[in-house]
């Protein structure tokens, strides 16, 4: 039994999680998250949408008790000086975005002619306006 106990008690030196220390972190940060929320005066949907990951009645009972407590202790709300975040993106339109911005090619980055380099340096074109094309040195082969 004492063995048992001495190996239960090193999984969290080898990292493995423990399930029941993961969820009451997630519920005591759902009830500050809560709870700022309402001591800065958001209304409680705000707070939903601006923490979508956290859980819903954990955040609800954060603001609960601090409203509570507000309330008997005649606390005033503390205006928030930043302005508001904005809403997070959901993924799909962050998709949607990038293959919308991702399939046009601005005239830029469209290859001009066949006289180009692979580096872009039209050759022609720096010959013509009186500049001489750039000399690249080359490496030693080492020994």
């Known amino acids: 039994m004492t063995a048992a106990a001495a190996l239960a008690a090193g999984c969290e030196q080898l990292g493995i999680p423990d399930p029941a220390k993961a969820n009451a972190q997630a519920e005591a940060d759902g009830k500050a998250i809560g709870s700022a929320c309402r001591h800065a005066g958001r209304a409680i949907e705000d707070c939903f949408t601006l923490n979508t990951a956290a859980s819903k009645s954990a955040v ?5 008790e601090m409203n ?19 809403p997070p993106i959901p993924a799909s339109s962050k998709k949607k975005k ?18 180009a380099d692979a580096h872009g340096a039209d050759a022609k074109g720096e010959a013509e306006a009186g500049q001489e094309p750039e000399v690249r040195k080359r490496r030693r082969p080492r020994d």
């Open 68 to 86: 509570d407590y507000m309330v008997e202790n005649k606390i005033a709300e503390v205006v928030p000086q930043l302005p508001p975040p904005a």
């Open 60 to 64: 609800f009972a954060g603001w609960k």
């Open 98 to 115: 990038a293959a919308d911005h991702g399939s046009e090619e601005s005239p830029k980055d469209k290859p001009s002619d066949a006289g």
